[in-house]
């Protein structure tokens, strides 16, 4: 494996480049699949790997962006990215991000910053998790009822939507027509709570598409992408400034992104929206089991759980895309057959 | 300076200076460089460019940074395509639903 090690030219650390791939590979599949950045998978991992805390989320942030790139160039395709509401929430999403900062400053002068902030991240993460398992449950009642195609058992939006405040703006994409400022507002929550976490926000983001906004699940995985590849693209910029960036690093992740993009990005053509919705509500609950273990002090079984959820979920993921492209294969080759 | 004022100064000096090391008794993070330098000593090519350029000019390394990243994000996505046509999956629509 000595022949895999590598010295990063900028930072000095010596690492394992097929590590580095791999890592690529499996927040590829996971960003395209669930709409996420991944921050909170590949920044604890290149911690681990050596790199200095300001340098793995420098690199990080670059990273996503030339991944969530070949993921939304994907999504587009499918017509799953509604680049409108996109810019929309994105613009009201930075001042929130601008705040929840402040508030972070202000609770670090009082010293209360760390445990108020994983708290507050477990109580999201944890309500998160229990809104999908519970739109979950109550679809499959529905569909036990007979209620046929639903596009979400949790009907907020339909609620939110009555709220005509003008200017209305038209969502064509997402098949909304809403008030401007649902989006606005939504994007500037998400933004404030993002900014307060010290996340992305695309683990926030995906559930306010799909339970606030209305969005179905494949657009509201697309249209996250096309938000986190914008944002992703300023954070490379300002701590490639700040001298915080390991290209060579970036360049191989991506290297493994690429192929993984594609992946978690096709799967979603097999997968339904309701197995994705599923699938993301064991990640946030893992995501929040390992933060609990890192407050509670032990961090080093929180690596764990991350590791092992990320590498599971990735497996499963790459099998249903590889089970549904066989499957579409197969039909085609048959169609040819009988003609 | 009268005694109780020196005192005073003594007590601040120890508790100025026993204060970090409490910070990291509790498990506070040790500071990272504040100024990062990059040691270019035995690098050729790509890896001697971009180091020599974070050592000498930080705005166009981010700038070139984020370039390079866009290029290959790009690159890399249509190149993907291109294998995934050959597979011989269609892209443009989806079966699948809610």
């Known amino acids: ?339 | 300076m009268t005694r109780k004022r020196k005192l005073q100064a003594l007590a601040w000096g120890l508790a100025m200076t026993l204060a970090p090391l409490g910070i990291m008794a509790e498990g506070g993070e040790k500071q990272g460089k504040l100024v990062h330098v990059a040691d270019t000593r035995g690098l050729t090519g790509f890896n001697l460019y971009f180091a020599d350029l974070y050592n000498t000019n930080r705005l166009l390394f981010a700038i070139e940074a984020v370039l390079i990243t866009v290029i290959m994000g790009v690159t890399l996505g249509i190149l993907m395509d291109k294998l995934v046509s050959v597979i011989g999956l269609d892209l443009s629509k989806r079966s699948v639903k809610e």
Request: charged share 10%; with cysteine.
């Open chain 1, 1 to 339: 494996m000595d022949f895999f090690t590598i010295t990063l030219p900028i930072s000095g650390v010596e690492i394992n480049a097929l590590l580095l791939v791999l890592l690529g590979v499996a927040v590829g599949v996971l960003g395209g699949f669930f709409g996420m950045g991944g921050a909170w998978m590949v920044t604890p991992a290149l911690n681990i790997f050596g790199f200095p805390m300001p340098f793995a989320v420098g690199t990080d942030l670059c990273h996503m962006a030339g991944k969530s790139i070949i993921s939304t160039r994907r999504h587009a395709k499918f017509g799953n990215v509604d680049m409108k509401l996109g810019f929309i929430m994105l613009a009201f999403d930075v001042v929130g991000i601008e705040i929840g900062a402040r508030v972070v400053m202000f609770l670090e002068k009082l010293g209360l910053a760390g445990p108020v902030i994983r708290w507050v991240y477990v109580v999201f993460l944890a309500l998160i998790g229990m809104l999908v398992f519970y739109d979950f449950y109550k679809k499959q009642q529905l569909d036990k009822a007979g209620a046929g195609e639903v596009q979400s058992a949790i009907t907020w939006h339909e609620t939110l939507h009555k709220i005509k405040i003008p200017p209305m703006v038209k969502l064509p994409v997402a098949g909304v027509e809403c008030s401007l400022w649902l989006p606005a507002s939504v994007g500037f929550m998400v933004g404030l709570l993002a900014g307060f976490l010290g996340i992305g926000g695309g683990l926030l983001m995906m559930p306010a598409l799909v339970y606030l906004i209305g969005c179905p699940t494949f657009v509201a995985v697309g249209t996250d992408l096309f938000t986190i590849m914008l944002a992703g693209l300023y954070g490379a910029f300002t701590y490639g400034v700040k001298g915080r960036i390991e290209l060579l690093a970036v360049l191989i992740m991506l290297a493994g992104a690429a192929p993984g993009a594609q992946i978690g990005t096709i799967a979603t053509k097999y997968i339904r929206g309701y197995g994705i919705r599923l699938m993301f509500g064991v990640t946030v609950i893992c995501a929040m089991a390992s933060v609990i273990l890192k407050q509670i002090g032990w961090g080093g079984a929180a690596s764990w759980v991350i590791m092992t959820a990320v590498s599971i979920m990735t497996l499963v993921v790459i099998v249903g895309m590889f089970k549904g492209a066989a499957q579409e294969l197969r039909a085609k080759r048959l169609s040819h057959e009988g003609h």
